[in-house]
């Protein structure tokens, strides 16, 4: 049996919008194919490519999430919470902002969650994921 899902409604993009959320999903991609397996390698990539941002303005990081899953099904799907929280967070810093990265446990059932957050809220999500969710990551 099947579960009904509704995607987030796509958005306008400029050429340039669209450039840089097809990039930043292809980049996301290669980082997590290089460090599969190798968390910490992965984060001390994205603590260095934070340095020289401030935070991010949560109109920046909403425009950024449409983007992402805009051009992306997998983004824009339920499944896709790393690949799209990890995208925008990309997305962010190439403007030279900065959102926190957040990957989160539960238990039982065993399950994960990544997410975004500017000024310490969650961005875009359906529900606050601290109250369900542990974080065990944060960038």
Not at 113 to 138: K, S
Request: include cysteine; proline fraction near 9%; aromatic fraction near 4%.
């Amino acid at each position: 049996m099947s579960i009904p899902v509704a995607l987030p409604k796509p958005v306008t993009l400029t050429v340039g919008e669209r450039l840089s959320g097809h990039v930043a999903v292809g980049t996301a991609r290669v980082l997590l194919c290089v460090t599969r397996g190798r968390p910490a390698l992965l984060i001390g990539i994205l603590r260095i490519a934070q340095h020289g941002t401030r935070p991010a303005a949560l109109t920046h990081v909403l425009r950024s999430r449409a983007i992402v899953e805009t051009v992306s099904l997998r983004c824009a799907s339920h499944y896709g919470c790393l690949l799209r929280s990890l995208t925008i967070l990309l997305l962010c810093q190439w403007r030279g902002q900065r959102v926190t990265w957040r990957i989160g446990v539960h238990s039982p059932p065993p399950s994960s969650h990544a997410w975004v957050e500017a000024d310490g809220q969650p961005v875009g999500e359906p529900f606050d994921p601290h109250l369900l969710y542990t974080p065990i990551i944060t960038v």
